[in-house]
């Protein structure tokens, strides 16, 4: 099926995370957001540490990266990327 949207799971066990640190970059463009532009204001909590992106149009991309990070309430980041394809 199409991806329709894309989602984020986070939790910290000590200190707790800074959700305002949270930072996505796409290597793509997404529902009109250029590459490289920070998408985490895009993303809405629809449950505990859990963040949803609605694709207003699926996405198709031979090879995307989407790179992830956040911060706790210690100033630890945390980055995580994720390179994939939905042709």
Known sequence: PPLERLLIGMHDYGSGLDPASLEVIADFVVNGVPAGQNLAPKFKEIGPGIYEFKLTEPLTVKRG????SV??????????????SAE
């Open 71 to 84: 911060k706790d309430r210690q100033a630890n980041v945390t980055r995580i990327e994720r390179t994939f």
């Open 65 to 68: 990266k989407l790179t992830v």
